[in-house]
């Protein structure tokens, strides 16, 4: 059974960086793209970065874009966030994704077949 297994949150200071991985394993699933949601209580779950497993375009939110840096590790197949200048609006939890995505439609969290556990991100101002 594929495994999606977030890794790298915590506690942070506003400006502080963190680093999230993504590891996927178990059996060979159909995926051309992962991705990194996040959600807080009662809100939607949203998007925060994507990147194609193949080529290695990457998608970012317009809130993350220039802070967040989203890249992969082919032979770990790992996928990471990297998180600069963290603001407390960043508090959330943080969700790896993966699946078959149309590449206009990374943003959208239904496109995704798999998702990982969630890990908690906290920012403090």
């Not at 400006?15 to 996927?24: F, H, I, N, Q, T």
């Not at 051309?32 to 209580?41: I, V």
């Not at 809100?43 to 990457?58: D, H, M």
């Given at each position: 059974?594929?495994?999606?297994?977030?890794?790298?949150?915590?506690?942070?200071?506003?400006?502080?960086?963190?680093?999230?991985?993504?590891?996927?394993?178990?059996?060979?699933?159909?995926?051309?793209?992962?991705?990194?949601?996040?959600?807080?209580?009662?809100k939607?779950?949203?998007?925060?970065?994507?990147?194609?497993?193949?080529?290695?375009?990457t998608?970012?939110?317009?809130?993350?874009?220039?802070?967040?840096?989203?890249?992969?590790?082919h032979?770990?197949?790992?996928?990471?966030?990297?998180?600069?200048?963290?603001?407390?609006?960043?508090?959330?939890?943080?969700y790896?994704?993966?699946?078959?995505?149309p590449?206009?439609?990374?943003?959208?969290?239904?496109?995704y077949?798999?998702?990982?556990?969630?890990?908690?991100?906290?920012?403090?101002?």
């Amino acid at each position: 059974q594929a495994q999606l297994v977030e890794s790298g949150g915590g506690l942070a200071q506003a400006g502080d960086s963190l680093r999230l991985s993504c590891a996927a394993s178990g059996r060979t699933f159909s995926a051309n793209a992962m991705g990194w949601f996040r959600q807080t209580p009662g809100k939607e779950r949203r998007f925060v970065a994507a990147i194609t497993l193949s080529g290695g375009s990457t998608y970012y939110s317009e809130s993350v874009k220039g802070r967040f840096t989203i890249s992969k590790d082919h032979a770990k197949n790992t996928v990471y966030l990297q998180m600069n200048t963290l603001k407390p609006e960043d508090t959330a939890v943080y969700y790896c994704a993966a699946g078959l995505v149309p590449t206009t439609q990374v943003p959208v969290p239904g496109n995704y077949a798999y998702w990982g556990q969630g890990t908690q991100v906290t920012v403090s101002s």
